[in-house]
């Protein structure tokens, strides 16, 4: 029990202190950028060419905390810090993410969290990217391992040379091209869905789901390829066709459990290429998530969404690889004997 505590808190530290090196890290790269949130960077006032005068900059700076040296911005983003009244306002460790500098301090966990009335929360910002996140991850899954296994048993043949070609042309080609093209195809000249997206419609989502699933199968197949080919080698297989079993079942009962544990640790990274290919997956095809909410940020360097959507992404990829560690010993009944040890 005690060494069970023990490594829960373990775990815990190592979560908490990836989290605050990533927010330092990112709290440093956004300050170093050029120019501030306050010059002609929305497109609305660069369109008029509209600009704030350098006193009504000073007073938005003194309003949002930007006239302080860094090193206080940090703390009183991270853990709070006293209002002109006398009160404490705790920060993102109490799940405060801050106020938004684009929308003249609103709070930037409505702008992504909220749900618009009489819709349900998978209509949020948050939800959206979900449920595109989760269908391409499905995709992914269902294409790449199958497509994998299949390259592994056939190969040096037709087939496995084709489909090698076409997997090198697929992480060749940048997911903002495969994006285009297909737009062109199925948008300009098929007429299959409209330029103007309907995201009530599920046709609608096939294109982003597609561009954003691509790559990561791609690079899933080559990886359950490669597993399976290593497990292909061991003596059991051998052991085991030299009693007659069936291909199906040498492959179904002792290559692929073998071959699981490489498979699930390729999703770990397989997952961080779909969440960093939303970013552009959702500006291309407006989609109304969060990376398409990041990209605007970047571009008008709103520092608190900045700063909070990548906390968000960061602490979802280290739970994800806390959980695919959680699942080798359910899998692998010697790794869980070696982690009792």
């Given at each position: 029990m005690t060494k069970l505590v023990n490594s829960i808190f373990a775990r815990l530290a190592w979560v908490?202190?990836?989290?605050?090196?990533?927010?330092?890290?990112?709290?440093?790269?956004?300050?170093?950028?050029?120019?501030?949130?306050?010059?002609?960077?929305?497109?609305?006032?660069?369109?008029?060419?509209?600009?704030l005068d350098p006193l009504a900059m000073r007073q938005l700076d003194r309003q949002f905390g930007l006239d302080q040296p860094l090193w206080k911005q940090y703390t009183a983003y991270m853990f709070g810090s006293f209002t002109?009244?006398?009160d404490f306002?705790?920060?993102?460790?109490?799940?405060?993410l801050g106020p938004s500098l684009r929308?003249?301090?609103?709070?930037?966990?409505?702008?992504?969290?909220?749900?618009?009335?009489?819709?349900?929360?998978?209509?949020?910002?948050?939800?959206?990217t979900a449920r595109l996140a989760w269908l391409a991850f499905v995709l992914t899954t269902l294409a790449g391992v199958?497509?994998?296994?299949?390259?592994?048993?056939?190969?040096?043949?037709?087939?496995?040379?084709?489909?090698?070609?076409?997997?090198?042309?697929?992480?060749?080609?940048?997911?903002?091209?495969?994006?285009?093209?297909?737009?062109?195809?199925?948008?300009?000249?098929?007429?299959?869905?409209?330029?103007?997206?309907?995201?009530?419609?599920?046709?609608?989502?096939?294109?982003?789901?597609?561009?954003?699933?691509?790559?990561?199968?791609?690079?899933?197949?080559?990886?359950?390829?490669?597993?399976?080919?290593?497990a292909m080698q061991g003596d059991y297989v051998r052991t085991a066709r030299a009693k007659g079993l069936r291909r199906a079942r040498v492959i179904g009962l002792h290559i692929l459990p073998n071959a699981l544990i490489p498979i699930i640790t390729a999703l770990a990274p397989v997952l961080?290429?779909?969440?960093?290919?939303?970013?552009?997956?959702?500006?291309?095809?407006?989609?109304p998530g969060l990376g398409?909410?990041?990209?605007?940020?970047?571009?008008?360097?709103?520092?608190?969404?900045?700063?909070?959507l990548t906390l968000l992404?960061?602490?979802?990829?280290?739970?994800?690889n806390l959980l695919v560690e959680a699942l080798y010993g359910l899998l692998d009944p010697r790794l869980r004997n070696r982690g009792a040890r």
């Open positions: 908490l202190l990836v989290i605050f090196g990533v927010s330092i890290v990112t709290f440093l790269l956004i300050h170093s950028l050029p120019g501030n949130p306050w010059q002609a960077s929305s497109e609305k006032r660069a369109l008029f060419n509209i600009q002109e009244n006398g306002s705790c920060g993102t460790i109490c799940g405060n929308l003249r301090g609103g709070k930037v966990t409505t702008a992504l969290f909220s749900v618009p009335e009489g819709v349900s929360f998978w209509h949020s910002r948050f939800g959206y199958p497509l994998g296994i299949l390259l592994a048993i056939r190969q040096a043949s037709g087939f496995e040379r084709a489909i090698s070609a076409l997997l090198t042309l697929l992480l060749a080609t940048p997911n903002f091209v495969l994006g285009i093209i297909l737009i062109i195809i199925f948008a300009s000249w098929l007429k299959l869905v409209k330029v103007v997206p309907d995201w009530s419609n599920f046709r609608t989502w096939l294109m982003p789901v597609v561009v954003l699933a691509a790559v990561p199968t791609a690079t899933l197949a080559r990886l359950t390829q490669a597993a399976m080919r290593a961080v290429e779909l969440i960093a290919g939303s970013f552009i997956v959702e500006a291309l095809f407006g989609f398409r909410e990041y990209w605007q940020a970047i571009t008008e360097l709103d520092y608190p969404v900045i700063m909070g992404y960061s602490l979802g990829i280290v739970l994800v």
